[in-house]
C-alpha cells in the first residue's frame, strides 16, 4: 500500500508541475492548481517518509511516472484549462476509489496509515470537486478523455503493486 500511494502521490506532484509550466503562475486556475500541487506534496511527503521508515521498496517506476505524469499535465494543460481540470477529476475519482478500498482493508489494524489515507482521501476529493466546479466536464472530449485518464490510472496503481 505504502509503495502504491507514494508513486500515486509522486505522479500526482508532477501531473500539476506539467500543469503549471504550460501555464505559468498568471492563469487564473494557476492558484489552485498551485494550491492542490502543495497538498500533493505533502501527501507524497508523508509516504516517503513512511517508505524510509518501514523499509518499503519504491516502485523501480518512479523514473516513468517522472516523465508520463509531467507530460499528462501539460498536454491536458496545453488542450485548455478545462482540460486540465478534466484531467484532475478523472484522476481524484480513481483516487477517492483506491483510497476507500484501502481503508476497508486496513480496518483498525494500522491507524496511523489509515488516518492519513482518510485525510488524504479528503483532500482529493476536494480536488476533484474543485475541478468539476472549474468546467472538467466542459472539456473537449471529456467523456472519453476522462475514461482513458481513469484507465491509465487504474493500470498504474495495479503496475506499481508489482514493480
Known amino acids: 500500500m505504502i509503495r502504491v500511494d507514494q508513486a500515486g502521490e ?8 506539467g500543469q503549471l509550466a ?19 506534496e505533502e501527501h ?4 516517503d517518509a513512511m517508505i524510509a521508515r518501514r523499509g518499503v521498496r519504491p516502485t523501480l517506476l518512479q ?9 499528462l499535465g501539460a ?11 478534466a484531467c484532475t477529476a478523472a484522476v481524484e475519482t480513481e483516487i477517492d476509489k483506491h483510497y476507500a478500498e ?14 492519513a489515507v ?10 476533484r470537486d474543485t475541478a468539476l466546479a472549474h468546467g472538467a466536464e466542459r472539456a473537449p472530449g471529456y467523456p472519453v478523455m476522462s475514461a482513458l ?12 503493486k508489482r514493480i
Open 44 to 47: 507524497r511527503a508523508f509516504f
Open 149 to 160: 485518464i481513469r484507465l491509465g490510472c487504474k493500470a498504474a496503481i495495479a503496475v506499481s
Open 102 to 115: 484501502q481503508l476497508d482493508e486496513l480496518g483498525d489494524g494500522d491507524p496511523e496509515l489509515s488516518g
Open 75 to 85: 498536454v491536458t494543460a496545453t488542450m485548455g484549462p478545462e482540460a486540465a481540470m
Open 118 to 127: 482518510a485525510r488524504f482521501q479528503a483532500e482529493e476529493l476536494e480536488h
Open 22 to 40: 504550460v501555464m505559468g503562475d498568471r492563469h487564473p486556475m494557476a492558484r489552485k492548481i498551485a494550491h492542490m500541487a502543495a497538498q500533493e
Open 10 to 17: 509522486f505522479g500526482a506532484t508532477r501531473i500539476y508541475a
Open 63 to 71: 523514473p516513468f511516472w517522472h516523465v508520463a505524469g509531467f507530460a
